[in-house]
């Protein structure tokens, strides 16, 4: 199952289950072809400049000053983009809508996300032109991507990070869209989320690390439930550390495939102190160990303080005896930095999932797999 469609499958199912009574109650009326619409005169694409020429392809030495969101207010409104993978049906969003609704947001939806050039939200420039769209439209607080897939690395190119820096507000995703966070981040210093898309079932443990980060502005710990259930002990959601200890620094990270693959551009922050968190799903071991490689190769372990991995879905060893372990490929990587690490965090291609902003001071404890925020990360 590829990525693009374990989020559909994912989302539409969790989405289903929380509206249905509703959907049970009354007719599916049309999207009012208003929020199709994008008015803002900003809504063309922003090809600000072509291949990075090798003179500044690598990631900035170091971090760039924070600037920090508004946080959400019920009433406020967020615009739904497709910076990704299409989105399959109309159905689809009038479900996300109703999910942002029953947070107290009123939604603008970007004016092609209802596109679709094979397995993309659109061309290149039209997503482009949508998520600019939105940073450049004042009634807009915060955006949210519907879904991930694949295609936000193509966009990078034809964003204007001069208006994104000018009109900060908060991004939230994560799997493909790791592309964008981490981007804006590099480029305007701009504090990003890596938290639930809309097609995910936005169910009671993601909204409240979702409500409590971005719209209370907490400074709140992100720690796996401990329930044992019906077992004598816990089984689920259990924290396998890899290396104890502790260690504070500047959170960073996303899907592992994605970071993978902007090494070496423009568009990574510097590394420097940084907590790494990452996560993957569907990918088998083997291709985990050579991105791991990479990310060692490249110079990225030696920067960073902590390492985090949430949760590799689906990720399971190759057919024969010749596979290596998830578990004996982190050891090989991972112990021998002797940072403080641990494998299972909430973060990833899960129902529950924690959101985790890009670019704010945390601390970790490896041993019992707490992230504690030492700032708000929303104004």
Known sequence: MQRRHFLYALGTS?????????LDKKTLAPISPENEKVTSPLFRPYPTHSSPSPANTSAPSTSPAAIKPARLKPGDTVALVAPSGATATRFEIMLVKECMEALGFKVKLGQHVFDRYGYLGGKDEDR??????????AEVAGIIALRGGWGCARLLPYLDFEVIKKNPKALVGYSDITALLLSVYAKTGL???????????????????FRRLIMEAETLVLANPEEKGDFLVQRENRVQTITPGQATGILMGGNLSIISTLLGTEFVPSWK?????????????????????????????????????????????????GSLTLEQVLEDHIKPLGIPAWYGSMIGHIPLKFTVPVGVRAKIEAEVGTIELLEPAVL
């Open 14 to 22: 969790g989405l289903g289950l929380l509206i249905n009574a509703k």
């Open 128 to 137: 482009a032109a949508d998520l600019m769209a939105q940073f450049a439209d």
């Open 191 to 209: 504090v990003t989320f890596h938290g639930p898309i809309g097609l995910d079932p936005w169910n009671s443990f993601t909204v409240n690390y």
């Open 273 to 321: 102190e940084a907590i790494l968190f990452v996560e993957d799903v569907n990918e088998e071991i083997y291709r985990v160990d050579r991105m791991l490689t990479h990310l060692r190769l490249a110079g990225v372990f030696k920067q960073i303080k902590g390492f985090i991995f949430g949760r590799c879905t689906d990720c399971n060893p190759g057919e024969g005896y």
